[in-house]
């Protein structure tokens, strides 16, 4: 995929009537520990129910949604936020994480900055 087929292929989602949540929080418990991932939307475009709890490795799942950040607490993650990857981050991506993308799918951005 080149530049310009990716860029013609964000401004598609961008364009599309799919659910935007820009700026919206999103909070994520887990099932067995409770810890709670906060997560905002930073572009528009599709995030995971599911995700993996950062602290037990077990099943995490989407229930809070506001619009208003959440407070600061041990058992609640800082806010990360989802983006959509530049092409020259999408073109170091794992291949699945690509399909991901290329679905519609967001990234955290702080997994963008480690590739
Ligand atoms: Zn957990």
Known sequence: MTKEEYKKKCLEFEEAKMYDGRG??????CQKCGYTVATLYKDKGVTPFIIKCPKCGEESIHRITSRTA??????????KNWVRPTFEQFVKLSPATQEHVLNGGLVWEEELCQI
Do not use: A, C, L, M
Not at 24 to 29: L, P, R, S, V, W
Not at 70 to 79: A, F, G, L, N
């Open 24 to 29: 919206e929080y999103n909070g994520y418990i």
């Open 70 to 79: 959440p407070p600061e607490h041990p058992k609640t993650s800082k806010v």
